[in-house]
């Protein structure tokens, strides 16, 4: 999926994303070298934002047959609230 980021704002703004077998019981996944992808990055060189597209490996979960997905926005504060993601795909393995 997509997820706009930028480097202004609120740090702490993130999405997490889980992933369940029975659809009750979800385990947070990492995305990436986190477990939460945060909407605050200071690595953009000015003030522009920018959409990143980001990959969760859920390979492990071949064969498991259904497969639920859990995508939770955190926002932190007043000057937070602007999570946005985009282009949510799911391929099959």
């Known amino acids: ?30 995305a990436g070298a986190m477990g939460a992808i945060y909407r605050y990055d200071w690595s953009l060189t000015n003030d522009d934002p920018l959409w990143h597209t980001h990959y969760v490996d859920l390979s492990s979960y071949a064969g498991s047959g259904a497969v639920y997905l859990k995508l939770r926005a955190y926002s932190a504060g007043d000057l937070g609230g602007n999570v946005i993601i985009d282009d949510l795909k799911i391929r099959r393995y």
């Not at 980021?5 to 990492?30: A, F, I, K, M, W």
């Open 1 to 30: 999926f997509q997820m706009f980021h930028e480097r202004l704002y609120n740090q702490l703004d993130r999405v997490e994303v889980y992933v369940s077998t029975d659809g009750e019981n979800y385990t947070l996944v990492s």
